[in-house]
């Protein structure tokens, strides 16, 4: 929704210059079959994020993406040949990371505390839904509308920040999403922003944007931006962030 209010407001100057606040958020969906690893290492050096969710990646992936794990001390590899394998890669230290299967036995989500360099945390919710068409899930939407369910639940029984980022299979004006807002203490980052289609990156003229960053109120935005592509389906979607203090 590029001409709404922005849902979530921007950073002071004080706070974007504030490098012991911020966090670096990179969201890719890898795309299963593609092979060009080389595409997106390059765009991690590149954009340099501090946390990177690689979605869909097989063991292949994951070895892959070994030449980033000297800048990625914190890690949590769950590659899987289905399609909803995940990455998570972070410099910033994880607190208790584990996955939950909010959907069904092997969709995984990753929940973690993360500890910024100013020592304060907050907790991080990476997602991959289902998508709502008739493949491997048939009954996609109603799964789908479950996982953001169980993730409001969850978000509404976290204390502190929290961030909710990954490839939602939804568009952040949907019922769904909004359900997401409405329920949880969250809010779209991209809404008045602009739009920010990431799939389908091979197709220029049918894109729609699938994949968000939902965050609490303590956050503000300092910067998002959709990368180029590195041969995936999806393009990357890269949020700045700063927490706010009180």
Known sequence: MPFAPKAVADATPAQAQDSTSRVRVLVINVLISNRQDARLRQLVQATHPD??????PDAWWAWALRPLHAAYPYRLELPSADAYGLILYS??????????????PGVPSVITGMRLADGRTFTFFGIHPTPP?????????????????KVARLLRQTPGPVLVAGDFNDVS????THQLVAEGPVQDVSRGR?????????????RWPLDHFFVSPQFRVV??????????????????????KE
């Open 223 to 244: 910067s998002l931006t959709r990368p180029p592509d590195v041969g995936s389906d999806h393009f990357a979607l890269l949020a700045e962030l700063a927490l706010a």
């Open 133 to 149: 068409i008739p493949d491997n899930y048939p009954d996609g939407v109603g799964l789908r509308n479950v996982v953001l369910q």
């Open 173 to 176: 004006w949907s019922k769904t």
């Open 91 to 104: 410099r910033l230290p994880l607190l208790n990371p584990h996955t939950q299967d909010l959907e069904q």
């Open 194 to 206: 602009g739009l920010y289609p990431t799939f389908d990156a091979r197709i220029p003229l049918m």
């Open 51 to 56: 946390v990177v969710l690689a979605l869909e």
